[in-house]
């Protein structure tokens, strides 16, 4: 079975600033996906970033970035220019590539409170 | 972008009554959909798996009798909470695959309480 896990419960950064939040995870598959979800106050879960196993290039969107680490398996998540509406819970999550066609069964880590300071 | 609509949001209801939650994909046929369970300040659980015109498949711990699943349609799945109890109350949100698109989509989630 996979594991995920995330080893900070809470971080806090000033705004303006970057911060970046870790996970390292538990597979003995190749390929399979890994994801940075991220829930508000409003509950809503949002997908915030997403990495192919197989892709080495690490996936970027506007001020989110992972550093990918597959040897290590590692999975961080950075913030740059951390803005008020960043603030929420960030969970890690990871889908194996061959859970079926079509079914992308994720397993959450325990997830890192991150508060944007002003 | 794909959209999964999730109703009701927020739900009391007295004990031993059954509640049913209802999950919805509005652009897109979902062939797959989760049911996951969130405890206040934890993370989400999966409950169970359900595949369109099939029976859904169960975590293990999870009760099949309480926890009734139907995916009737390619954009319907409900989930119902039979003889609720206070130890059901907890954040339920479904998520849903197209299964021709490498995402996942959420419904906004639905606060149970069972007084």
């Known amino acids: 079975a996979q594991t995920v896990t995330q080893s900070q419960p809470e971080m806090s950064v000033q705004e303006a600033e970057t911060v970046t939040l870790s996970c390292t995870y538990d597979?003995?598959?190749?390929?399979?996906?890994l994801f940075w979800y991220k829930q508000p106050p409003s509950r809503q879960m949002i997908l915030v970033i997403r990495?192919?196993?197989?892709?080495?290039q690490n996936a970027t969107e506007n001020r989110f970035s992972v550093n990918f680490q597959k040897a290590a398996k590692s999975f961080s998540l950075k913030i740059s220019d951390s803005q008020l509406g960043d603030t929420a819970m960030y969970f890690c999550a990871f889908c194996d590539a061959y859970s079926g066609a079509g079914s992308y069964q994720l397993t959450f880590g325990k997830g890192t409170k991150l508060s944007v300071i002003p | 972008g794909a959209v999964v609509s999730q109703h009701p949001s927020r739900v009391i209801c007295k004990s031993g009554t059954s509640v049913k939650i209802e999950c919805r994909s509005l652009?897109?046929?979902?062939?797959?959909m989760f049911w996951y369970r969130q405890f206040p300040k934890k993370s989400l659980m999966l409950m169970a798996t359900s595949n369109e015109g099939s029976k859904a498949t169960y975590e293990q711990g999870v009760e099949k009798d309480k926890f009734l699943i139907n995916h009737a349609s390619l954009t319907l799945s409900t989930l119902t909470v039979t003889s609720a109890h206070p130890e059901d109350s907890s954040f339920y949100i479904c998520s849903a695959s197209s299964g021709q698109s490498e995402k996942l989509f959420f419904g906004s989630g639905t606060q149970l309480s069972v007084l």
């Open positions: 652009d897109f046929q979902a062939t797959t």
């Open positions: 990495q192919e196993a197989y892709k080495q």
């Open positions: 597979t003995s598959e190749n390929n399979y996906y």
